[in-house]
Structure formats: structure tokens, C-alpha cells
């Protein structure tokens, strides 16, 4: 009987989540059931209860699972009434939940008579509820966890379903169209008590000045707040991400994991190990024997590190191996982004932008554009993929005419950039970067700024640039 060796192993994030599955099903090796609900349930906590509702509504959708019309859902108190379409909607504080969970229901899913009759008297004199923020609701951990509720619900497939499978379903199910996020509650506009497949009202149907808008509108913009958090702290860059939305009701997007470097597809190994550095005290000065030099190209950079080199110029970066400081002129790119940034909704309809928060001058690193580095065989299927629901993210290493072995593409792992708009006359180019490889097929792709941006501009490339 032969013996199989097992090493301690750890799964910081979700990207590593799907790594391990992928890895045990190249061996041939399953997950025992209480590995795989462990694994499915993390998966949930790492994307979060607006995206798991969205997950597993298409279970429902396919008919894997229901939810139950049987779940005792009491209501606490009534806190607000407006009137849609005709109809009357109630603003409900569940018992045992925090008022994060409340939620507009039509009058005719409500079973409490007497709730009714209170808040009617209570609104007749004039007054109304302040939404109040029990104990129990500034807890830590809360009495009842969105999360787990849907992790519950999973229990039909919880041994079969893994978490490649999960993620899986977030890809479009109708060519052209885009998943739309309704807000943090997937229930918008129908009972808690029928199953998820029944019809809700579009957001655009609602008038923003009802207080049903507004209600939304909090949710959303509490879901936006806690992504941004999340982005913050995986984020390794100098500077700061902000999220806003002063436009509509998106969210959170779907299907993207923010990411700070190359990601490797399958069977791509990107070299990280440089054979020789330079052997500079002073590279500025010594611009003659450092590694630009070696590498038959120009110093890229003045001294105080903004760009001195028309576009088009390789830039090659002090490595790793490299005796200068981490202060060294020639380290630009690889110290990350330090201008802070907005990720904001556009109202033009172009959705996601990113716009500066600092000024920046002509010639300054803003951005590396990272993602998942694929085969130009793998790219090109994504192509037909990416062309078929009108957008795409693949952006071709092909530094050297004729030869384009690899792609980046960053439409599900990805950084900021991922959200930048095209522009024709854009205020950002693009620049090839080689720091800890010399490989020809495998640059960085470094985004400078074009001209001065002043602050709160709208960052913008060329999808076109090569």
C-alpha cells in the first residue's frame, strides 16, 4: 500500500481557494465532504453576502435548491411606509436581525395585523420610527449572519457543489448582456416567504425621491463601503483606494478579484530570478554601466523619478539582484501606485471609471496593468468569449513585432486599471517594463501619465497602444 505524503497548506484568499481545487483534480485527488463544505463556506466569506446571494440565486434559477416557504421570518416592528405603483411597501426590522437586514415588503406578504394597526396610530400623530441601532445591532458579530443563512440554504449540494463550481456560475447566462447588480438584498421588491424566482421591479422604474429608492440606495451604498474596505486591505500599493457612486443603484461588481501582480495561467511560469544586477552606488550617475545600459537601451528616468524617454522606449528597471537602494532613481514601477484614487460610477452610461484624487505632473508612473498572463491560444478563445457580450480586457505582450506568445488578461483578476476607461485622447500611455526578467515575451505594462492631470480628472488610455 503506497503512503501519501500530506503538508500543512494555507488558503489566504479565494484566488488560492480555486488554486488548491484545481491543483487536487490534476492529481486526481478529491476533497472529503467536510473539506469541501469547509472550503465552500470560505468561499462564501470571501466574496461576501451580496455576491453569494447572487451565486446562489442561480441555483434557485436552475432548480438545485429552493428556499423554503417555511422559515419563521417574525416581524419586530414596522419603521416606514411609501407607495409604489399603486401598491403599499412596509419597511420591516426583523426580530434577530440587525437593522443592516431590514427590507421594503408589499403589504400583502405581511401577516401581522396588529404591527399594522400600531404603526398606523403611531403615524397618525405625526410621528415616525428612527431606524436605531440596538446593542445587539453594533455587536461585532451579529445574531444571525447573512452568510450563514445562505450557506444553510446551500445544504442539497453542499457535498457536491465545490467551489470552482460556485464561482462558475457567476459567468452570463444570455450572450450581450451583463449581470446586473440589484443591491445587497436579493429578495428587492418580493417576499421573503416565495421562492427567488419570482419577478422583482427594475431599479429604473423607481422614483428617486421615494423613500423605497433611498432605502436601497443606503444598502447599496453600505455594500460599496465594505468593498472598498476589502480592496484597501488586500491592496499593496502607497496609496489608497476609494469607491463612490452618486449616479444609481450598482454595487459591488461581480466576477473580478482584485490582484497586486502577474498571475500565472495555466502552464506559464513567469521568470521572477534575474541572472545579474548592476553594480551601481549612484545609478543616476553612473547611468553608463547600469542596467538600462547593459540591456542596449536609454536611462528611462530624471532623478526624481519621472519619465525622460519618448514612448515606444524599453524600460529596463534595477532588479532584485541590483547593489543600489531601494531609493535607487531607477525603481519606479515596481514601488507601486502612489497617487490615491477613486473608483466612481460614471453618469455617461460608460459604468466604472477611475478618476485621481492627487494631481499629477506629465511623466509620472500612475498604474502597472496586471492581470492573468495566458497563451495567445487561450486569448484568442477568451476573445470570442469577451466579443460575444461587447467588451474585453486582453491586452497583448507584443513588445516585439511578429512574436506574441502571451496576453494579459485582467477581466477577472486584475488591479484599478481594470476600470479605466478608453479614451482618444487619453492622458495616460503605455510603457514596457522588464525589472526582474529579461524575457522579451513577458514586459510589465506601466501606465504614465501623458500630460499634467489635475485632481479629480477622469483617468483614460488608448486601448489601442502597443
Not at 417574525?74 to 420591516?92: A, M, N, S, W
Request: glycine share 8%; hydrophobic share 30%.
Amino acid at each position: 500500500m503506497g503512503i501519501i505524503e500530506i503538508f500543512e497548506s494555507r488558503v489566504p484568499c479565494l484566488s488560492d481557494i480555486l488554486d488548491l481545487q484545481r491543483t487536487c483534480q490534476k492529481q486526481e485527488l478529491k476533497f472529503s465532504p467536510d473539506t469541501n463544505r469547509y472550503l465552500l463556506y470560505l468561499t462564501l466569506k470571501k466574496v461576501g453576502p451580496f455576491v453569494a446571494q447572487k451565486l446562489v440565486s442561480k441555483l434557485v434559477e436552475k432548480g438545485e435548491i429552493k428556499w423554503d416557504d417555511d422559515d419563521n421570518w417574525e416581524v419586530e416592528r414596522i419603521l416606514d411606509h411609501v407607495e409604489e405603483e399603486g401598491k403599499d411597501f412596509y419597511l420591516i426590522k426583523w426580530k434577530g436581525w440587525s437593522n443592516a437586514y431590514n427590507s421594503w415588503e408589499p403589504k400583502d406578504n405581511l401577516s401581522c395585523e396588529d404591527l399594522l394597526v400600531e404603526f398606523k396610530e403611531f403615524q397618525a400623530k405625526g410621528r415616525k420610527r428612527r431606524i436605531v441601532d440596538s446593542e445587539d445591532d453594533l455587536a461585532p458579530n451579529p445574531k444571525r449572519n447573512r452568510v450563514d443563512e445562505i450557506f444553510h440554504k446551500l445544504a442539497p449540494v453542499r457535498d457536491t457543489l465545490s467551489p470552482i463550481g460556485l464561482m462558475s456560475l457567476s459567468s452570463p447566462t444570455k450572450k450581450g448582456k451583463r449581470p446586473v447588480y440589484r443591491g445587497i438584498n436579493g429578495n428587492y421588491g418580493e417576499s421573503r416567504f416565495i421562492p427567488r424566482r419570482a419577478a422583482a421591479p427594475g431599479m429604473k422604474q423607481l422614483n428617486p425621491r421615494s423613500k423605497f429608492y433611498k432605502q436601497k440606495r443606503i444598502e447599496v451604498q453600505r455594500a460599496l463601503k465594505d468593498w472598498e474596505r476589502h480592496l484597501n486591505g488586500i491592496n499593496t500599493d502607497p496609496a489608497g483606494i476609494v469607491v463612490e457612486n452618486l449616479v444609481d443603484l450598482e454595487g459591488p461588481p461581480e466576477n473580478f478579484v482584485y490582484i497586486n501582480d502577474y498571475r500565472s495561467g495555466e502552464g506559464i511560469t513567469i521568470p521572477d530570478d534575474p541572472i545579474v544586477g548592476c553594480e551601481c552606488e549612484d545609478c543616476h550617475s553612473s547611468q553608463k554601466t547600469c542596467c538600462p545600459s547593459q540591456c542596449g537601451s536609454m536611462f528611462a528616468y530624471y532623478k526624481k523619478k519621472r519619465l525622460r524617454v519618448m514612448r515606444g522606449t524599453p524600460i529596463y528597471e534595477c532588479n532584485k539582484r541590483c547593489k543600489c537602494g531601494s531609493e535607487c532613481p531607477n525603481r519606479v514601477v515596481q514601488k507601486g501606485r502612489k497617487f490615491k484614487v477613486c473608483l466612481f460610477r460614471t453618469a455617461n452610461g460608460r459604468g466604472w471609471g477611475v478618476k485621481t484624487l492627487q494631481k499629477i505632473k506629465e511623466g509620472s508612473f500612475v498604474i502597472e496593468y496586471v492581470g492573468e498572463v495566458i497563451t495567445d491560444k487561450e486569448a484568442e478563445r477568451r476573445g470570442k468569449q469577451y466579443d460575444a457580450v461587447g467588451r474585453t480586457y486582453l491586452f497583448d505582450l507584443d513588445y516585439n513585432p511578429g512574436d506574441c506568445p502571451f496576453t494579459v488578461d485582467a477581466g477577472y483578476y486584475g488591479n484599478v486599471s481594470h476600470f479605466i476607461n478608453h479614451s482618444c485622447d487619453p492622458n495616460l500611455e503605455v510603457f514596457a517594463v522588464w525589472i526582474n526578467t529579461l524575457d522579451p515575451r513577458l514586459p510589465r505594462i506601466a501606465l504614465f501619465s501623458k500630460r499634467d492631470i489635475e485632481k479629480g480628472e477622469e483617468l483614460t488610455f488608448d486601448y489601442m497602444m502597443t
